[in-house]
């Protein structure tokens, strides 16, 4: 590692946060059937965390960034596994090891995406933004690596090195990839451009499914989000699985609402965004379409702080949403921010989430879609 990392390293964790929270990556039951860890911190700031699953074995991974803070040198993607056979009360999330890291910049927002192969074996495709440090999100460019996966339990590969496939200044990451009908990818994104007195704005990157190739920037194709000024964060989901039927929810850079727009045509052009009725505080949200066909969403059901963090659910592809349940609260000051979701491969209704936690740590949580549907009557 980079001698800014080492030096990181070297301040650690002890492991426990403030309170009674014990940062150690234990599986604890939190009630109702639900299953929560505190993953053990390699470094004293975290944040911007994904949650995927492999299709060798059910194992999940989990990446964000973590360092002395956001922006600052040293500040690395690092990687922790839980093992399928580990998912259960008293499963233990691996310690988290840095997979990419640059002396003099800082590394953010990875996005994950496993891809099997024939063989049932596959890769781990890893994206994320990086900017010199203390210099602005005006000055970010997006890397890309991978490793291979292979194995039962799951066992990755040597790495490959980082290497810049979008070079366009203030270009963000955050949300996951989408697989579009022919197989292509579609990587939503955004700019962030007002450090520089710019104007924010979303926009979505697709690689043809027919031998493209991630690590090339020439293979990536350009698609406008039309209206996007001052939102930013897509994330992108299938609202019936089999048909072309696109929608995208961002956030809103003025804290005032979640927008949406769609694509009849599996992502090729878009809609202008509008507003919906969901509030949005200037955070990060997630989306994903679960088989029986519900939406959830992972947000801050308000427009000024990051406490409390909810799951809502909608029946009706995006319309309406009924029901919410609250992942996290404490006093309305703290943070819980920036999530990911996804449905397990395999157990229908089984949800895998994860959230920054007081940008100590990051919590993983696994609930399921009876355990949100639990609280009728308290939706957005």
Known sequence: LAAAVVALLAAGTDGVGPGDAVYDGVLRDGGDGRLDALLLPPFPSSHGSMVEQLGTDGSLVMA??????????????????????EVHEGGVWSNATAISTRPG????????????????????????????ADQGESNSTIWYLKSTVDGDPACFGEWSSATEIFSEPGSYVRNRIVQELDGSWLLPMYYSLHGDGGTDYSH?????????????????????????????????????EGEALLTSYYRDKRSRRVYVSHSADDGSTWTPARR???????????????????????????????????????????????????????????????????????????????????RETIKYSRITEAWIMQQQGNGL
């Open 204 to 240: 979505i990157k697709t690689l043809p499914g027919n031998g493209g190739d991630p690590s090339a920037p020439g293979d990536w194709i350009d698609v406008d989000l039309p209206r996007s000024d001052n939102l930013v964060q897509p994330t992108t989901v299938r609202v019936r």
């Open 64 to 85: 964000w960034f973590s360092g002395s803070g956001e922006g600052q040198d040293g500040v690395s993607i690092v990687l922790a596994q839980l093992p399928a056979e």
């Open 276 to 358: 919906t009725t969901l509030p949005n505080n200037d955070a990060a949200i997630e989306a994903w379409t679960m088989r029986s066909g519900c939406i959830v969403m992972v947000l801050n059901p308000q427009t000024n702080s990051r406490d409390p963090l909810s799951i809502i659910l909608s029946k009706d592809g995006g319309r309406t949403w009924p029901y919410q349940r609250v992942l996290e609260y404490e006093d309305g000051t703290q943070e819980f921010s920036y999530p990911s979701v996804r449905e397990d491969r395999t157990l229908d209704g089984v949800i895998h989430v994860s959230y920054t936690y007081k």
């Open 105 to 132: 910049y800082s590394n953010q927002n990875p996005v994950l995406h496993f891809e099997p192969d024939a063989t049932g074996q596959g890769w781990l495709h890893v994206f994320h933004s990086q900017q010199p």
